[in-house]
């Protein structure tokens, strides 16, 4: 509250006369009334308010006193969930090979995370140890989105075939050594694309993952039957790796139209199995038969990147809407969403609404009404809801408003408002640059 003395100023002064609550010592900063809360974690789907202050989650209750708060938004008929976790995105954008995922193919993620509720994007090994740095100076350091990262196997990273094939650029003891110097920030190592016969890169990566003490994702490239998916998920992977593109078809994911037994072995000796939507891995006639066996995902992830998020995958709340299409329930698919990944890449303060987490929120609607939605190949599958981001914070901060739920009617505001602002819009829009540890 101590900013919010010296922050007076003429702008305030006609704000008071608005709104003279402003002038108390209020316990909150900001108060979410009348949601539907999902909160997986606390196992919590209910009508719930949540006050946020200095950037935590300060209480989830019914009916916290309107008085309490500086600001008081009216969520009602709305869900609030915690911020979503995507943890399969390619993010370096501005750099690299032509086509590659360190380079145009990447996207910017502040233009594409926020407004789909998302404050959190775990990179997927679009940088390996080479280029990590760089990555986090031209993009981690100035994001509003979280953003983390899996190392890639590869030094270079994802920068095409030739780079990606390289098994002389796989090396574990380095790769370790950068994740551990970014430690909390680098939350696993990923290998991706590899076409070869070998087990080479999957066992690099689970080296490092050792050395570093982090998880292992898994693209796990071109099929060959010298290294079968089922010695992959059984015999290769560790329990709490990740197998990422679940129903990508590619590598026999369903075997005579039934879920891989190794799957299922792999599932319960804990390996992850996460979607990887992206441009190349999702398919109906994969999906649908496999979430009817009940093998649905430990988490939902977009494999954002200007090819997939221009054709069958659109933003994560696109891919959730896919399970709620399949018959999923809206609780299941928040928890794969936020705090199944959360844990997956063991930042367990994030991707629920504890007292005390970080205040990441998103605010959502379901729209009923007929919509379709589209795989890797192009089929279509009809579903009646989907849902919308209205509102997204970020450390407590809203980071993206569509409706302007948080903002003041224009007649409202003093007369000249262009140039007297709003000192609550001030005091809840963040700064650009973050600061680590992420
Ligand atoms: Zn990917």
């Not at 290998?191 to 990566?205: C, F, I, N, S």
């Not at 063991?346 to 929120?361: I, K, M, Q, Y």
């Not at 579903?383 to 981001?389: A, E, F, N, P």
């Amino acid at each position: 509250m101590g900013t919010r003395t010296v922050r007076l100023s003429a702008a305030f002064a006609l704000a008071l006369a608005i709104a003279p609550a402003v002038a108390q010592q209020q316990k909150y900063d900001l108060l979410l009334k009348g949601g539907h809360v999902v909160d997986p974690k606390n196992q919590l789907s209910a009508v719930r308010d949540v006050a946020i202050a200095g950037g935590k989650v300060a209480l989830v209750a019914s009916n916290i006193a309107a008085a309490d708060a500086s600001k008081v938004v009216d969520v009602s008929g709305l869900y609030v969930t915690p911020g979503l976790v995507d943890i399969h995105v390619h993010v370096f954008a501005g750099t690299g090979e032509r086509g590659s995922y360190a380079g145009d193919n990447s996207v910017y993620p502040d233009g594409f995370t926020l407004r789909a509720g998302v404050t959190t994007v775990v990179d997927a090994g679009s940088s390996g140890w080479r280029s990590f740095e760089d990555f986090k100076d031209r993009v981690i350091d100035r994001s509003k989105t979280r953003v983390l990262a899996l190392l890639n196997i590869v030094g270079a990273g994802m920068r095409g075939a030739r780079f990606e094939n390289d098994l002389a650029d796989m090396e574990a003891k380095p790769t370790a050594d950068m994740a551990l110097r970014h430690k909390g920030i680098v939350v696993g190592i990923k290998t991706a694309h590899y076409a070869g016969p070998e087990w080479t890169p999957v066992e690099r990566a689970v080296e490092a993952g050792t050395i570093a003490n982090v998880p292992v994702m898994v693209d796990f490239g071109t099929n060959h039957a010298e290294r079968p998916l089922a010695d992959l998920v059984t015999k290769k992977l560790r329990p709490g790796d990740i197998y990422t593109h679940m129903y990508s078809g590619l590598r026999n994911e369903l075997v005579d139209g039934h879920v891989n037994p190794g799957m299922r072995e792999g599932r319960q000796r804990g390996v992850i199995f996460d979607v990887g939507h992206g441009g190349g891995s999702f398919v109906w006639r994969i999906a649908a038969p496999a979430v009817k066996e009940g093998f649905v995902p430990d988490s939902i992830s977009t494999d954002l990147h200007i090819g997939s998020m221009n054709a069958g995958m659109k933003d994560m709340l696109n891919v959730m809407d896919k399970f709620l299409a399949m018959g999923q329930s809206l609780d299941q698919v928040v928890r794969w969403s936020t705090w199944n990944p959360a844990r997956e890449i063991r930042r367990e303060e994030l991707g629920h609404l504890s007292v005390g987490a970080p205040a990441d929120v998103a605010v959502l609607s379901v729209e009923k009404g007929r919509f379709g939605f589209v795989d890797i190949y192009g089929a279509r599958l009809a579903g009646t809801q989907k849902l919308v981001c209205e509102l997204t914070l970020r450390d407590g901060k809203v980071v993206y408003d569509l409706n302007g739920l948080t903002r003041q009617d224009w007649t409202t505001l003093p007369r000249d408002y262009r140039q007297t602002g709003d000192a609550k819009w001030d005091a809840l829009t963040p700064a650009p640059v973050r600061r680590d540890p992420r």
